[in-house]
């Protein structure tokens, strides 16, 4: 494969405590998506009330001078990503999230438009880990049943947002995040996974990749004991797999 | 159908915060299982190292007075199950829990021996899921794809297993547990959910339920506000939708 002219800006969540929808990652957006997009396609699939989640982005994202089309107000999902300048996937459920993705069909033409045609894709949270090889290492609870877990893998390894660190002083006998992903690595075949904490994300220009935002990020890899990485961290190893899978 | 002959103790957690394995919950165990049981069949799958699972399973439940057989030493589980006094599913991840009885062909015959010829069946968190209609409102990372989230539909509803209360101290943006619950009822079809915290547990006799243990439940129903529920509460009317699917 060529290298793919990605370009993939990977939010762990939407909203930081104390600040506002989207609040601490307006400047990175904007930096993100530049002056030549004028328009956003926004998938609020996420999320069960659709019309205000989309109210919500159009408000924001205004706000940093991009208009917004919400694919849920299109009768053509498949051609409103066809002719899209750039996509921000919503967080919300992830299982939702998917299973939508597939039942409109929309998996293979996102693919396309960001993998080959190069628009900009932007996801937070639920869509961060969309982007991904799978949602293997999602947070959420299994709401629906998706026809699959593989993702729309525009990266080879899996995303962890809202990445929480152990707790040391709970009682609370549920398994800690870390447990989790360790759990995932048990498993044969699985990938690395981006532990990214809340007011972190990743860049991704073609195959670099890079840590942004204030939090850092915690990474897994089967086999291998965890390791810390600080904003501004080079991840671009991370797409030297070239196993890019199809769904 | 007649009155199913069921019998099920259905624990949120196995280990309790300063306790040892089953610690919290031996004396409902004896008394559940009670003398005629000899032998206890234990399914191991939730967890990656079932060796270790078994050998610790096994020492507890030993000084409890029960012999332990673990399924995964068996050449034929079906064989296992069919010969089984009494089933234990421990606790670990709830997706390779329920693929492995899918993939071993183990629902029918734990659905049959438990229904219909009245075995007493125990599960401790991801085996307590895996009794329920769903493992829509499991808490574990989806590490794998099983076939269905449909489980073994022992009783009509979910259970949500280490219920957590919302901490209003949290700068955490992640969901909820009860926001995650009511994510699962925007959904159509969805069953009531029983959100057992650790500590607690539902004894189900036939047609009767009655909740054990010492931190109460909350009970979440679609449409309707969560309830709140102490040791000792009655929960036989969540018996009673007749609608027991098979999976």
Chains 1, 2 share one sequence.
Do not use: W
């Not at 960001?114 to 869509?127: K, Q, R």
Request: with cysteine; proline share 6%; aromatic share 8%.
């Amino acid at each position: 494969m060529d290298v793919p002219r990605r370009r993939l800006l990977l939010i762990s969540n939407s909203t930081l405590h104390g600040g506002g929808y989207l609040g601490h990652c307006q400047q990175q957006i904007k930096s993100f998506l530049g002056e030549k997009v004028k328009r956003i396609l926004f998938v609020p699939y996420a999320l069960h009330n659709q019309d205000a989640y989309a109210k919500t982005a159009r408000e924001k994202l205004e706000n940093v001078g991009y208009g917004v089309d919400s694919i849920h107000e299109f009768s053509d999902p498949v051609e409103a990503v066809r002719k899209s300048e750039a996509i921000f996937i919503g967080g919300g459920n992830t299982f939702r999230l998917l299973k939508a993705l597939y039942d409109k069909s929309l998996i293979q033409e996102i693919r396309k438009r960001v993998l080959e045609d190069g628009i900009p894709y932007m996801g937070s949270s639920a869509g961060s880990n969309a982007a991904t090889i799978s949602i293997n290492t999602t947070n959420d609870m299994p709401i629906v049943y998706p026809p699959s877990l593989e993702a729309l893998g525009l990266v080879p390894f899996n995303i962890n947002p809202h990445y929480l660190d152990p707790d040391v002083n709970s009682t609370h006998m549920g398994e800690t995040r870390e447990k989790r992903i360790f759990e995932y690595h048990e498993e044969s075949n699985t990938f690395p996974v981006l532990g990214l904490r809340e007011g972190s994300m990743l860049l991704v220009e073609g195959n670099k990749a890079t840590l942004q935002g204030v939090t850092g990020a915690r990474l897994f890899v089967r086999g291998k004991s965890p390791t810390e990485h600080q904003p501004g961290a080079d991840f671009s190893f991370l797409l030297a797999n070239s196993n890019l899978h199809n769904p």
